[in-house]
T-cell receptor, first 113, second 114 residues
Framework: GDSVTQMEGPVTLSEEAFLTINCTYT??????LFWYVQYPGEGLQLLLK?????DKGSNKGFEATYRKETTSFHLEKGSVQVSDSAVYFC????????????FGTGTQLKVEL | DSGVTQTPKHLITATGQRVTLRCSPR?????VYWYQQSLDQGLQFLIQ?????ERAKGNILERFSAQQFPDLHSELNLSSLELGDSALYFC???WGGGIDSEQFFGPGTRLTVL
């Protein structure tokens, strides 16, 4: 079945460090890909998305590129802030399945001063 | 604030009991989704409704049922509760029912089964 694999956390970085969270997927069709963020005690918020190969999604300094050849959608940010501390979820959605999101396990990011 | 409201925020109950979780979508959204977040299963899609009709179904147990009412709010009913049903249950809503519609998530209902 369709699935998403993310790197294990927690990831601990110093402020202004470079961030990469790896995400790969397996899908029977041609998915849309998403990154969601969950701050403590809150619901998930869409961070960015890409709907076709080579698309780059970006928002708030975060970016991710849809790589069909490597079935990957890695999240990057050039300089993290303490306020970026949260859990990040990679997800996919396929046409023909309603709008069901299949999530990875989530990666906790902790940014320290 | 996403505009999606869920009640109650916390629910503590005993095994074998039945509970109802309620979700009000954002104004204008026609589709509602339910997800379960637990430590062992992660974040899993349960079911989607669009304008009152079931649109997609995930790994939802037979003990669980849901519906979307004419005013578009939704309820998730969980019965014969087991310890393993303890989880955070999220509702999300979107304007459309297809892949291009962004889902907005509520703050969740934390269910504890003792």
């Amino acid at each position: 079945g369709d699935s998403v694999t993310q790197m294990e956390g927690p990831v601990t970085l110093s402020e202004e460090a470079f961030l990469t969270i790896n995400c790969t997927y397996t899908a029977t069709g041609y998915p849309s890909l998403f990154w969601y963020v969950q701050y403590p005690g809150e619901g998930l918020q869409l961070l960015l998305k890409a709907t076709k190969a080579d698309d780059k999604g970006s928002n708030k300094g975060f970016e991710a590129t849809y790589r069909k050849e490597t079935t990957s959608f890695h999240l990057e940010k050039g300089s993290v802030q303490v306020s970026d501390s949260a859990v990040y979820f990679c997800a996919l959605s396929l046409t023909g399945g309603g709008n069901k999101l299949t999530f990875g396990t989530g990666t906790q990011l902790k940014v320290e001063l | 604030d996403s505009g999606v409201t869920q009640t109650p925020k916390h629910l503590i109950t005993a095994t074998g009991q039945r509970v109802t979780l309620r979700c009000s979508p954002r104004s204008g959204d026609l589709s509602v989704y339910w997800y379960q977040q637990s430590l062992d299963q992660g974040l899993q899609f349960l079911i989607q409704y669009y304008n009152g009709e079931e649109r997609a179904k995930g790994n939802i147990l037979e003990r669980f049922s849901a519906q979307q009412f004419p005013d578009l709010h939704s309820e998730l009913n969980l019965s014969s509760l087991e310890l393993g049903d303890s989880a955070l249950y999220f509702c999300a809503s979107s304007w459309g029912g297809g892949i291009d519609s962004e889902q907005f998530f509520g703050p969740g209902t934390r269910l504890t089964v003792l």
